[in-house]
């Protein structure tokens, strides 16, 4: 073998100059650049059975037109390279890297050893991946996920190396799935699926903590449950102690800590209680004194409860019934429909069967357990893919050997002049025609030939069908793999014949014809189980078609025999798995014999007047099954499928007395009073007076106080009956003997203004809470304060959506500004200015643009205060929405 260096050599007979240097050659001659040599022996580098000797053996004149050859083809690929390269650098000069790296690639396909060109072009992928990267760094700060992505799927496949691009991508697609959780939230939020929705904000808020839509949805959801299931205004803890309290009274002192009205149905009796209730929330404490004393509240208002007596009359008098219709997604309406009678026993639904909807008519509470029932059983079934292998071989061996004599012989007269062949049937002769007869009316038929049979006959045949089958769970798939064979019927009618009429008897033949399957057919019916399981119940026949029979022999009716072979089992199986079902084996052997009679018995010679057929068939079908399970059944969780009831006579979606009682006592105490309590009087009126929020709640004769202080109540001229009292709730003092009354202990007064200015908390509100805007228009949002003397040196960030919204300034009120804008957030730092006036104002003002239509919210995102010890911010309005038209 030679080098193709020293081919270029023997090729150019005339002088030459070869110094090397991996990048030129130079040679005296023809004077070309050193990259037309370079791509010349690349060019023959291929060739390496060419040997030194064959290229001297060429004329002097055939090597130089080869040279030639070689090397202008050599010269205008390399003037391609050049340009592809050439085009590569002004695209990199210009930083258009994308468009680089596609002409140093198409550099790179016509060169491929070109080292240089190997660096530019990864040097090239480096600078556009990082130029990707960068931009999708961008889009991803706007929210904008899908071009962020397409940016991070490009910087991947140029530059897979780097670890960023990879946890860019990440980011990436879990707030692209984030954003999907939020809208799927919205939906349910829409359809009224309050709980599902529920659980998709939270997972939104899990995979992208900053997501404020879900964290509004979040609370705004919070608040609806709330407001729909609490009967109060107030959700602090409260404590109460009453001793033989008036009932009414009772429901008085507890409807001003909740911070509502209530009123009492005519039948409601004013008995006696005595209870002692320490730290527990409003509604279980209102709940428990209505259960102990057989009550029930409905809201009559906003802010107005109605007490009434829990019987069926008052039930059916002041409750309200709710009309729902329930679209179903997997479930059956008419199966459905007999869960929901049964569960709440519902007695008015309609089954809207071409909707697939069941219609309600009941309670709230009733209607709420319905919506949670059918969610958890309304789940799409199960389904599994069979993949199947029916494999169907008959053996068939035919064997025939032996002698094969004429079976018939034949005398027979005819007349003359008879020119026919003999036949079975009577011919008719005159009597002179017998008289006549002679040796050539006389016909005789004799054995005349002799058939030597040697045959046999070896044939194998093969029926493989591979189907793919997909079933849903519980239900059954078949398929048969075969042929339709035709078969004759017959019907016979016969008409009775009339003596009336001397008609006598007939017969009538209606024949038809019915196509029977042949081949094998299979059914299957799967259970899915939950652990990906399943149970298979399968059955599968296989039908052969056979050899003819004769049925009637005049009119001769001949029919084939059919053979059937049926396995039928149920199995558990994995997913997944192969199951092979054989052993479907039909053997069929046949051995005829033709011979002459009587000659066949003489020993030894006997063969020779016999014909031999042997038949052997072999039938066997093989089935080999594969579930494998496509989808399964989705289970809820289990805080979904366990759903609180209610009781016997009520149904409710909560329990009857929540968990967070921590002591509950009825009936006369037994404990003596605590120290510094005295009894109270019953009240003039029913009044509203919501309690300060942030501690539990005490109740005294002279008001209500936070922590369980007591109220400093005027001590009554004469001892009044014993009625509700109030201690701390940390501590129970002895009792007076005797019950006596004792002036309560007056709570430490404070003056007025003692509290420190500096010390007061900062509140600020963002107004109005809506506004409308035109697309394109700018509009204004408010951030106010209720007392602009408390207002300090503090720090407000606001977000909002900036496909939507532009933030155009900030224009200060009663604080000065500084603004540090940001995608969809804006930084306020608020610096109060001089001595501010007393009473409420607007802090500052920011103005913004209206960018798409739609409903978009504005909120303080974070708040605090950054200068003063011990200050603290209390946000009373955290949003705005905007509503772009």
């Not at 709440?344 to 029932?373: Q, W």
């Not at 032996?402 to 008719?428: D, M, Q």
């Not at 049925?551 to 558990?572: M, W």
Request: contains cysteine; aromatic residues 6%.
């Amino acid at each position: 073998m030679i080098s193709p260096l020293w081919v270029i050599r023997f090729l150019l007979p005339f002088p030459y100059n070869f110094p090397y240097n991996s990048r030129s050659f130079t040679f005296f001659g023809p004077c070309l650049c050193g990259r037309v040599l370079v791509s010349a022996v690349k060019a023959l580098q291929p060739h390496k059975g060419v040997t030194m000797r064959h290229l001297t053996s060429l004329p002097p004149s055939l090597r130089r037109g080869l040279a030639i050859s070689v090397m202008v083809t050599s010269l205008s690929v390399w003037g391609c390279t050049m340009a592809e390269v050439r085009t590569g650098d002004r695209f990199a000069a210009q930083g258009q890297w994308d468009q680089a790296v596609d002409a140093y690639r198409q550099a790179a396909k016509k060169d491929r050893f070109d080292q240089d060109i190997q660096k530019r072009l990864e040097e090239a992928k480096i600078r556009a991946a990082e130029q990707h990267y960068t931009a999708g760094r961008k889009f991803l700060e706007e929210n904008r996920l899908g071009d962020a992505l397409y940016e991070f799927k490009l910087a991947l496949g140029l530059d897979p190396s780097r670890a960023e691009h990879h946890a860019a991508m990440g980011d990436a697609l879990r707030l692209k799935r984030a954003q999907e959780e939020l809208q799927a939230a919205d939906r349910l939020h829409s359809l009224g699926r309050l709980d599902e929705a529920m659980d998709a904000y939270e997972r939104a808020v899990e995979l992208d903590p900053n997501l404020t839509n879900a964290l509004d949805g979040i609370t705004k959801l919070a608040a609806e449950q709330r407001a729909a299931k609490s009967l109060g205004a107030s959700t602090q803890p409260i404590t109460l102690r009453f001793q033989n309290a008036k009932l009414r009274e009772v429901f008085e002192i507890l409807a001003r800590a909740g911070g509502i009205n209530v009123l009492f149905d005519k039948d409601v009796r004013d008995d006696p209680i005595t209870i002692f209730i320490k730290d527990t929330p409003f509604d279980d404490a209102l709940n428990l004194i209505l259960t102990l004393n057989g009550l029930m509240a409905k809201r009559a208002g906003p802010e107005t409860v109605l007490i009434m007596p829990n019987t069926k009359p008052k039930q059916d008098q002041y409750q309200d019934l709710m009309i729902r219709t329930f679209y179903l997604s997997n479930a059956k309406a008419k199966d459905m429909v007999n869960l929901v009678r049964t569960m709440l026993d519902t007695k008015k639904v309609y089954v809207n069967e071409p909707l697939n909807a069941l219609v309600v008519r009941d309670t709230p509470a009733k209607l709420m357990l319905a919506e949670r029932i059918i969610l958890a059983n309304d789940r799409r079934e199960a389904e599994v893919e069979l993949d199947l292998e029916v494999l169907e071989v008959n053996r068939t061996k035919t064997l025939e050997y032996g002698l094969k004599y004429a079976k018939s012989a034949g005398f027979g007269v005819v007349p003359p002049g008879f020119t026919g062949g003999a036949t079975s049937s009577g011919l008719t002769f005159t009597y002179a025609q017998l008289t006549d007869l002679g040796p050539e009316n006389y016909i005789l038929t004799l054995p005349s030939s002799v058939i030597l049979d040697f045959f046999k006959q070896e044939s194998d045949a093969k029926t493989l069908a591979s189907p793919k089958l997909r079933v849903i769970n519980g239900k059954q798939a078949s398929i048969n793999v075969g042929d339709k064979q035709p078969i004759l019927l017959s019907t016979t009618n016969v008409l009775p014949g009339q003596a009336a009429t001397g008609a006598v008897p007939t017969t009538s033949t209606v024949t038809s014809i019915e196509f029977k399957d042949t081949g094998i057919k299979l059914s299957v019916e799967p259970t899915i189980h939950l652990v990906d399981e399943l149970t298979l119940k399968i059955k599968i026949e296989v039908t052969r078609i056979g050899d003819q029979v004769t049925l009637q022999t005049s009119p001769e009716i001949k029919q084939f025999r059919f053979g059937t072979r049926t396995a039928e089992t149920v199995l558990n199986m994995k997913n997944d798995e192969t199951v092979i079902l054989g052993g479907l084996i039909q053997d069929e052997d046949r051995k005829s014999f033709q011979s002459v009679p009587w000659l066949d018995d003489i020993p030894l010679i006997g063969k020779l007047f016999r014909s031999t057929k042997t038949e052997t068939i072999t039938t066997e079908v093989v089935l080999t099954i594969t579930p494998r399970i496509v989808r399964n059944v989705t289970t809820p969780t289990v805080e979904a499928q366990s759903i609180w009831s209610g009781t016997e006579t009520a149904y409710d979606t909560t329990p009857l007395f929540a968990p967070k009682v921590t002591s509950v006592s009825t009936g006369t105490l037994s404990k003596p009073l605590p120290e510094g309590a005295a009894p109270a009087g019953p009240l003039s009126a029913i009044g509203k007076a919501p309690a300060a929020a942030g501690a539990p709640v005490a109740f005294a004769p002279g008001g209500i106080v936070p922590g369980g202080a007591p109220v400093p109540a005027p001590a009554p001229a004469t001892p009044a009956p014993p009625g509700p009292s109030v201690a701390p709730p940390s501590a129970v003092a002895p009792a007076i003997p005797g019950g006596a009354p004792t002036p309560p202990v007056p709570a430490a007064k404070s003056e007025p203004g003692q509290q420190s200015a500096s010390l007061a908390p900062v509140t600020l509100a963002i107004r109005p809470v809506e506004v409308s805007a035109l697309l394109g228009q700018e509009f204004r949002v408010d951030l106010t304060t209720e007392q602009l003397a408390s207002l300090a040196e503090s720090v407000v960030t606001l977000t909002f959506d900036p496909q939507a919204l532009e933030f155009r300034r900030a224009e200060p009120g009663a604080a000065a500004v500084s603004v540090t804008p940001g995608p969809g957030r804006v930084s306020l730092s608020l610096k109060p200015q001089g001595t501010a006036p007393a009473g409420g104002g607007v802090v500052a003002s920011l103005i913004f643009q209206a960018k798409n239509r739609g409903e978009f919210p504005v909120m303080i995102q974070q708040a605090s205060v950054t200068s003063g010890a011990g200050r603290t911010m209390s946000i009373t309005t955290a949003r705005t929405l905007v509503r772009a038209k």
